[in-house]
Structure formats: structure tokens, C-alpha cells
């Protein structure tokens, strides 16, 4: 597992305060960097938060999304946050449990790795009832705000509600159950998937006050016309785009024998010289995942 034995240079209470205070007003950009090295490069483009990407990550290190360990998360958690000295919010799926006592429990233990938000989805990955039950999703999220206030570093926690992703996209539904979350102690709502702007206006004002996370994947919309969220993630987009330039390129190679592709390569002495600029002293005994 890569381990990170030194500490971010602010306490995680401070940073999730800090969390807290870019939900008060306005609307950012939270983009999703996969690993220690794309979140370098984004907090050195002056993003002000960083969210994780559950896909992004189990796709560096060969699974599908939702087919990573608690361990594996926990690992990677510890590694981003101690890589940056903006705040960190988790994509921590499904909480990596279903009953609300086991959500209570890992939320604490993914607080402990120095993040400044998580976020907990009501999906099951079954297919043939892809949500949780409204009442067990409800108090999954109350759990996971009992584990968070018990723990008191003030850690945000974002409700998802994945009906648009996981084949019911009932906006009415989508709503009752946000509002719900929101009555469990959630401090942000999100609904990924949403694709028009009627639905995300809808959305923010049923459950104003609370700030809203909203998804984009694709060019479908802008930070301006979104000024009403409070918040903007891009998921595992920006994976998405760095390997598209990688199997372009790695494509030509294996089907045609030329190298066109690389022309398109962000310069070494670029990438040298981002590295460059940061100064942490990085430990990584081992590249081995635990199982």
C-alpha cells in the first residue's frame, strides 16, 4: 500500500471548516483527481477543494467502480489528503456497508484519513432494486452524521441519491428522499445524473437551504448557469479524458506502427517543473494494494 507518513500542513478540523465556509455562498468547482499526482496539478491550477472519484481510482488500479475494499479506500484517502493542503472530500460509495451501525463505523474510520467531506450513496448495485429502502437509506445517513458529530472534527457529510445513475430517475422521488437525508443530518444534497437545468433548479429549491452538489460529465452546461448550486463535481470525467489521449495513442501504436499520438503530450520538462513546485517529500515503500 502507498503510505504518506507525513501529515498535511492543517489539521482536518481547520480544512473541513474551511469546507464548510465554500458552501455559505456563491458556487466552485470541486474537480475529481484520481491520484496524488492529478490533484497536485488541479490545486496548482487554484481549485479551492478536491473531491475523490470512486471510479477514477479503482480504473488506475484495474477494478470497475464499486469494486474496490474498504482498506483500498482508506489507503487512497490517506494518500490524497496528505498530498494537498486544500480540503478533501471522499467519494466513499455506499459507506462499504449496508446495516447503519457498519456505515457509523467506516465513516469514522474514513474521517480518521483527513478528509474534509464524504459522501454516502443510497445505491445498492443491485440491479433488481437499485436503491436502498427509503427508511434504511434514511437511517444510513443518520448514522453516518452520528459517526461524524461523535468524531468532531467537523467533517462534511454529502447525501447522494442515485436514482438518475441507477435506472429510477424519479424526480419526485429524488426529492423526497434529499429532503429526507437533509432532515438526517446531511450538510449537502446530490443527485447525480441530472442533465437538464429545469431538474437541478428544482432540486436546489426544494431543499434550500441546503447546498447541492451537482454532477457534470459532460459540456451539457456551464459554471454560470449553474450560479444556483453551490457546488460542481465532475466524477470520474477527468479520468475519463486522460485515458481517451492514452488509448488514442496506444491504439495507433498497436494497430497502425506510428506514434502520431504522442505529439499531442504535455511536454516532460512541463510535467518535471509542476512536480517541481511541490515540496513534499513523498514516501512510497510499496505499490502493493491490500487485498
Request: hydrophobic share 45%; proline share 5%; net charge negative.
Amino acid at each position: 500500500m502507498i503510505d504518506f507518513p507525513f501529515p498535511t500542513t492543517m489539521p482536518t478540523s481547520a480544512l473541513a471548516h474551511r469546507f464548510h465556509e465554500l458552501h455559505q455562498s456563491g458556487c466552485f468547482v470541486s474537480p475529481n483527481p484520481w491520484n496524488v499526482g492529478s490533484a497536485i496539478l488541479l490545486t496548482q491550477l487554484g481549485f479551492k477543494a478536491l473531491a475523490t472519484t470512486s471510479s477514477g481510482f479503482a480504473w488506475s488500479i484495474g477494478r470497475q467502480d464499486n469494486h474496490i475494499t474498504l482498506d483500498e479506500s482508506l489507503g487512497h484517502l490517506r494518500g490524497m489528503t496528505r498530498s494537498v493542503d486544500v480540503p478533501v472530500s471522499a467519494d466513499f460509495e455506499g459507506g462499504f456497508a449496508a446495516a447503519p451501525a457498519d456505515v457509523a463505523r467506516n465513516v469514522t474510520l474514513a474521517a480518521a484519513t483527513g478528509v474534509a467531506g464524504l459522501s454516502i450513496e443510497d445505491s445498492t448495485g443491485d440491479p433488481a432494486q437499485p436503491l436502498f429502502d427509503f427508511t434504511l437509506a434514511v437511517e444510513r445517513i443518520r448514522a453516518a452524521h452520528g459517526a461524524l458529530d461523535d468524531e468532531g472534527s467537523g467533517v462534511l457529510l454529502t447525501a447522494r441519491s442515485e436514482g438518475f445513475v441507477a435506472g429510477r430517475p424519479d424526480l419526485r422521488e429524488t426529492i423526497k428522499r434529499l429532503t429526507a437525508y437533509a432532515e438526517a443530518g446531511a450538510d449537502c444534497l446530490f443527485a447525480p445524473g441530472l442533465r437538464t437545468i429545469g431538474d437541478i433548479t428544482t432540486i436546489v429549491h426544494a431543499v434550500a437551504p441546503k447546498p447541492v452538489n451537482v454532477l457534470v460529465g459532460s459540456d451539457f452546461t456551464t459554471v454560470t448557469a449553474l450560479a444556483e448550486a453551490r457546488r460542481i463535481s465532475v466524477g470520474g470525467s477527468l479520468a475519463r479524458v486522460a485515458w481517451s489521449g492514452f488509448l488514442r495513442a496506444a491504439k495507433e501504436i498497436a494497430e497502425h506502427g506510428t506514434f502520431g499520438g504522442l505529439m499531442a503530450a504535455v511536454p516532460s520538462a512541463e510535467m518535471e517543473k509542476a512536480f517541481a513546485a511541490n515540496k513534499r517529500e513523498l514516501t512510497i515503500p510499496s505499490t502493493r494494494f491490500l487485498p
